[in-house]
């Protein structure tokens, strides 16, 4: 018992360390790496990275590396009780966009999450790390752009319980999408007003798990800043309203939390964020915080 909470000690330090090195690395990559704008000549200048940070502006192909970090509430060793499960993600992505025609765009996108979690369920009565696949997903997208300023867009996403029962929700997951763009030129050619709308519904699984219906917004708000820098409030669809069973800890139905991205596009097709959200409602206790490490890279 005691060399498994050693080894779980252990287990969550290393964790730690290795979030903090992979964290402070990417940022001085992001400090230091010079603009190359600023190399670039006078008749390149006006073209836009394009690094896969916007769902309407999808590169032809994009990798993505994401390292998360988040707690939320869930169940306790005891009946009733509550404790705060740690979830460390490292998820890959890849996107591959195809021209419809003039104008239309078929956005494709996979996720394969690596998780190591900690619940206690009655296979890790002591919480113990977990390491594994989490549930895996794939969506498709079309948009329309319809001039400089404005395009639309629709699409879905298919989650499937690859999880199992301690890393992934046990539910087959249908997540239809929508959302608009609108360009503020006003500012810059970088910024833009972008509000996503996603309902994510679970339609077959363990009949013993939870029902999964929330409805859940982004009304992300890009800000472009000077030497390829930005900042995004809202980048994620964090704001959820859950219309399915409760879960734990649960006291009401929306979860609203501050949510913004900082970032820098270290060329024309790669990127580096740094996300941060912290719950300012949370009667639907999504997170107690999250944290994410993106690097993206389009060709």
Not at 27 to 54: F, H, W, Y
Not at 70 to 92: C, E, I, K
Not at 227 to 255: E, K, V
């Amino acid at each position: 018992m005691r060399a498994g909470i050693l080894a779980g000690c252990e287990g969550r330090a290393a964790a730690m360390v290795a979030r903090a090195l992979f964290g402070t690395c990417l940022l001085v990559v992001m400090i230091l790496r010079p603009t190359a704008a600023a190399a670039q000549a006078a008749s390149s200048r006006d073209q836009e990275p394009n690094t896969g940070d916007d769902f309407f502006r999808p590169p032809a192909n994009l990798f993505q590396l994401l390292e998360g970090y988040r707690t939320a509430p869930r169940s306790g060793s005891t009946p009733g009780s509550t404790r705060s499960v740690t979830t460390d993600t490292l998820n890959l992505r890849y996107d591959h966009s195809l021209a419809l025609a003039p104008m239309w765009i078929l956005a494709l996108r996979s996720d394969l999450p690596l998780l190591a979690k900690n619940p206690i369920t009655s296979d890790n009565p002591d919480g113990d790390y977990l390491h594994g696949v989490g549930d895996a997903n794939v969506q498709a997208a079309v948009i329309q752009i319809l001039n400089q300023r404005w395009a639309v867009g629709f699409g879905a996403r298919l989650i499937a319980p690859t999880g199992g029962d301690a890393l992934g929700s046990g539910k087959w997951q249908i997540m239809p999408i929508v959302g608009a763009r609108y360009a503020l030129w006003e500012i810059n050619s970088s910024s833009y007003f972008e509000p996503i709308v996603r309902y994510d519904t679970s339609f077959a699984g363990d009949p013993t798990r939870k029902n999964i219906s929330n409805l859940q917004f982004a009304p992300a708000f890009n800000l472009g800043l000077p030497n390829r820098w930005f900042i995004t409030l809202y980048p994620s669809a964090d704001i959820r309203i859950n219309l399915g069973d409760p879960i734990i800890g649960q006291t009401g139905r929306l979860f609203l939390p501050f949510d913004a991205k900082i970032g820098r596009d270290l060329s024309d097709n790669a990127s580096l964020s740094f996300e941060l959200g912290v719950p300012i409602i949370k009667d639907y206790p999504v997170y107690n915080i999250k944290t994410q490490v993106r690097l993206n890279m389009a060709y």
